[in-house]
């Protein structure tokens, strides 16, 4: 995507807004923008599907500077509230897993937008490995050495809502296939950081990482693999409590 100007992105923002309230057609948004704004039709093609993977929680595969993601950012939390900024930091969250899985590179400033815009997200406790009851880590470590059709066979379908146990307080019941799942995929590197996990543990050797969900389950989030990362242990109390 071509470099254009904070102007230029407040613009295709808003434009995009007017397209997916259906104000515009797809090509009417990118003629007017191309038009008055001077945005090369092709890259305001790309900003407006951007928008539209943001607001739908879904990865999205063209680039997108940080000034103009964290204006997306900013546009959506003030436009749509918490819930709708929460899908659209696990859709940047989905992009930079992405675009660094296929390219040697670590998107600095756009991770640091996005740990911006997480940290502005209603906080909730964070739940670690360590929190899971003794049964839970037994299932989650004999998937990890299962077979991987077992393994994908047992993960929740799409639009599966997390089953809920009522104690004193609620607590959701987290699916030990998506753990083992992203555990497997981590490799014994911290998604966030990139680093190899800090130690092992004691019980099996494995390296410790904590599994983490982008938008929490408290928050909508979905018990799936491509809305949580492992994460080290001080990685994980940032996500959650980092400035």
Same mark, same amino acid.
């Given at each position: ?75 959506? *939390? ?13 859709? *940047? ?151």
């Amino acid at each position: 995507m071509a470099i254009i100007t904070d102007e230029q992105v407040s613009a295709a923002f808003s434009t995009g807004m007017d397209w997916l309230a259906d104000k515009l057609t797809r090509q009417e948004a990118i003629e007017l923008l191309a038009g008055q704004h001077a945005i090369n039709p092709v890259s305001a093609g790309d900003l407006l599907q951007v928008l539209k993977a943001m607001l739908d929680g879904q990865r999205f595969t063209r680039s997108i500077s940080a000034p103009a993601a964290d204006i997306y950012l900013a546009g959506i *939390l003030e436009a749509a509230g918490p819930t709708a900024l929460a899908k659209a930091v696990s859709a *940047l969250d989905q992009h930079l897993a992405y675009y660094e899985s296929i390219r040697p590179v670590t998107l600095h400033k756009l991770r640091a937008v996005r740990d911006k815009w997480l940290a502005a997200l209603p906080d909730a406790p964070p739940l670690g490995l360590d929190d899971l009851s003794a049964a839970f880590e037994q299932e989650v470590a004999a998937l990890i050495v299962a077979p991987a059709a077992k393994r994908r066979a047992l993960l929740p379908q799409p639009g599966t809502k997390p089953k809920v146990s009522v104690a004193q307080v609620k607590v959701y019941q987290r699916s030990a296939a998506v753990v083992a799942e992203v555990l497997l995929r981590a490799a014994g590197n911290c998604e966030s950081c990139r680093n190899p996990a800090p130690f092992r543990r004691a019980s099996d050797g494995s390296p410790y990482l904590e599994v983490h969900h982008v938008v929490q389950l408290a928050h909508g989030g979905a018990d799936t693999p491509d809305n949580a990362i492992a994460v080290c242990p001080n990685c994980h109390r940032r996500h959650h409590h980092g400035g």
